[in-house]
Each structure stands twice: as C-alpha cells, then as structure tokens.
C-alpha cells in the first residue's frame, strides 16, 4: 500500500463524471464499472463514487421492491446495490464515502448553518449545496488517491432531483484542469421494429438537455438491444451531440455481463479514455479477466436452485445472492439455474413444497416481517428432512433454527419476537443492544464483524481459518437461553463472535449439507474468487446430483 501511496503522491486524480439520459435502467452502473476496468487492466489506479438523488440519508430504509437490494459495506454503511456491482467489478472495498444522497448533502449543510458556520449569509443551493457536493466527491479523491475517479450520478437527466449535482459536475469541469474530467453519458438507443430503424432521436434530445444545463459531454454510450450501433446511425448521433463520432459506443446485450467491459475495449473505448485524460498510451492486460469472464461461459453441469423468499420475482431484490452463487457455480465449472419462489405459495398450499423436490438444492436468503416466514419454514423443513443441499442466509439462518426448534425439539410455537412476539419459545430474539432502539435508520447490527470458527466442523473445512470476517445487517439473534437446548438436539453452532454471546454460523453435521449464517457471505462474493458458503452450497447441490455419498469440496478457497 505505501509504495503505491509514494509513487501517487503529488498526482492528480481525473475525474470520469457519468450521467444517464433517455430513461433509467440502461445499466449506466455496468457502464461505469467497465470504465473502471478498462482502466485498470491498463494500470491505473480507480475508485468509484455512487450519487443517488434522493433524500433518504441512505438505502437502508428503503423498500428492496421498489429500490433494489440493499448492499453492506465493511464499515456497516448501507448501500444503493450499484455500489456491490463497483465492489465485484473493481475488486475495491468501499466505505461510506463512496455513496453521496441529497439526504446527506442537506444534513450537511443545514448542521453547518445551525452550528453558525454560515453566520449572516443566505444559504442557498448554488452555492453551498453544490459546495458540499464538490467537497464530498474531492473528500474521496483525496482519501484514496487514485488515477481516476468515476463519479455516477443516478437517474435520468432532466429530473429535478439530480440538477443540483450535475451543477457541480458542471463547476468541476471548469475548476480542475483541462483534461482532468471527463463526461460520459449513457443514453438509449432503441429500434423501431416496423421500420427496423435505430432511432437517434431520444439521445439527441438528452444531450441538448445536458447541454441546456451547461454540460457537454466528451463520450456517447448507446445502449442498444440489437447490437453496435455504426454508420449513419452513430455519425448522426456524433453529430448532433457535438462529439467525435470515434466517441460513440455501443452498450449491447453480453452475457455473463462481465464481458462488457471488453465489448466496449474492443470498440476503442479504453484508449480513447486514456488519450482524452492524457494518460498515455497503455496497452490493455485482459488476461485475468479474462479467464475470470471463460469460466462463467465454460460450464458444464447444471444445477438448480430454489431461491425461497419474499419479492421472489424481482431479481433485483437479490442481486448479490444471485451473483454469488454465480460465482460459485462458475468456479465449480457449473451453471446455476435460479429459480425464485414466494414462499406464501407454500402457506396457500402445504403440498407445493413438494414441488423443491426438483430443485438440486434449497435457500432462503435474508428477509424481514412476517410475510412469507412460514412458508420459508416449511421449505427449510423440506430440505432437511429431505436431506437436499440448504443454505440459510441471515432471516433463513434464524428460520432454521426456528424450524429446528419446532419439529425436532417438539417446540411447537417457537419463533422469532419479530415475527410473534407473544410466542411461548422466543429462540430468536432481538439483541440486547437492539431493546432500546427507536430510530431506525442505520441502527441494526451492521458492517464487518470477527466470527471464530470451531475447529473440525463443516464451516472450518470450507473457510480453510478459525478466524473470518463477514458483513452484516440484522436485529435479531439466537437466543442464548436455547442453547444449550439446540445443541442438545443435534444443531451444530460452528461459528460465533469472539465475545462468545453470539452464534453466527449453524450446521447439521448428518446432513448432506444443512448449512447457514447469521452473516451475508454474498458481499464479499467476487467473480473468481467465490465465498466459501455460496461455494460449499453450489458443490455439495452438484456432488449429490451426481450420486457422490459426501460432498467432495477440495480446495474452497479459489
Ligand atoms: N429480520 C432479521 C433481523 O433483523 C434478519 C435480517 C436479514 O435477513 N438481513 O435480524
């Protein structure tokens, strides 16, 4: 670290801003994570900031149907999901710095003039929210210097949200040096299937949106269903948005969506990026990445997975979950099929769950309320009697031990205070330290956390130390008072905090593979290098559909 540290010192950091037009959802976050890659297999040094316009202080409060899932950083901050793509595509660990909410400009500014730091002056939005948006971005350049910073801002030009830092996108430009910022922006280019035309117009119309507001932008990427999008259709596009027509790219459908940054490469993207900043000439290593990308195309088992939760049918929700059993998949030379499934369908009727039968294995990932919970119970019922592969994240985590509780100690009632507070058998309770908590923002037990590993079990095979780290975000936890009980009964509790007043990691050793964490193993889930949870899942779900006796997991640590 300190030898890179030296050899930056005294450079400047560029700044790559980049902005969405036409509609959202054209995957302006993976634009910008293969910036960052096309960046760095020429050497350089990236780091990544998120702006979201809204007002909440942070995602934590908000809905996963409506925002997306909400993504833990080690520092406990939690995140808008485009910061675990920057996370999976970058390799970087971001911390609460790399996430800027008008929600936390405001409160900013408004302590700033309660405290009388403003004292006589009218504040207003230009200029001390734009000031306080430009000190928030340099404040990340400055912590972690890197070559270039990538600067996301969410949602669409045009919205009434955003205007504010686009102005301060807008005086950056002007106030660092030329050649130091850079404008990237995203726009759609969709095809009239009548007349199989690609329409250049939405774009054109944004661009003179950015340009009303006094940005124009340096570099075009289109993002266009039916391929690369050239000739008449791209010189139009160059032309109207006053650009080289060399900087029009096209951002069309790849799978696995880790080929994208090659895709736009491959078009010239990477050394025009290099030769507007005036970085040199650099010649791109994609080797690693490569072969990272190969082994999610070179499967060649497939294994299915029954992802038994709530807001099942928006993938969205689930985001890193499926990621890191892709992974997993991926390093186990398989493709993982998903299948999401809302668990009330197993309270409506009980003989559905016969239906995980045709699943290679079972998991219920982290969830909150009680919607849905006692369906989740009677899938992780149907997997351990069953003996199908488990994994159990977070809620599934303590719904296993709920469902242990009731159809293996004959605890009847037992549940989760969360889901029934009155219950006879509390074998999840909140945290001690939760009791007396009434905001609820930002005050779970969140972030990286030291888990000790009981030596000889399922969970020390896989994560190969007696000692990990892994994030979390939960209220809730095994009630001590039922320990002894559980383990009495067969439940193994093969991880816990180094304080020892909490279990983090359960497994049932006469299980082909019955395993779950208090913890989400999914963030630190990297492409080439999956977690050992996730990856366990995956090679235990394709060892016994392939008849092995016990699965064989070798080496877990790819
Ligand atoms: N609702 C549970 C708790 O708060 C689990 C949280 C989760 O799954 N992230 O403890």
Redesign the pocket.
Known sequence: MDVCHIEVEGAVTKYIFITGGVMSGLGKGMVTCSVGKMLQVRGLRVDAVKIDPYLNVDAGTMNPYIHGEVYVLDDGYEADMDLGAYERFLGLRLTRWNNITTGQIYQEVIRKERAGEYLGVCVQIIPHITDEIKRRIRLVAERSRPDVLLVECGGTVGDIEGLPFLEAFRQMRLEERPGDTLLIHVTLVPVLKAVGELKTKPTQHSVRELREIGLQPDIIVARCEEGVVDGEARRKIALYSNVEEGAVFTSYNVDPIYRLPEALDKQGMGDLLCRYLGLGSRRPDWGEWRRIVESFIKTRGVVRIAMCGKYAHLADCYVSVNEALKHAGAACGARVEIDWIETEVFEEDPGRTEDLGDYDGVLV?????VRGTEGKIRAIQYARERDLPFLG??????LAVVEFARHVLGLEDAH?T?CDPETENPV?DL?PEQRGIRELGGT??LGLHEIEVEEGTLAHRLYGATRIYER??????VNPEYWGVLEEGGLVFSGKSPDGRRKEILELPDKYFFFAT?F?PEFRSRPGKPDPAYYGFIKAALDRKKGRQRPEFGVVRV
Do not use: A, D, K, V
Not at 365 to 369: A, D, T
Not at 393 to 398: A, E, L, R, S, V
């Open positions: 990932p982290g969830g909150f309320g994240i977070c809620f599934g985590f303590q989760s969360e999840i945290l779970m037990r979390h975000r939960h209220r809730y936890e208090q989400h």
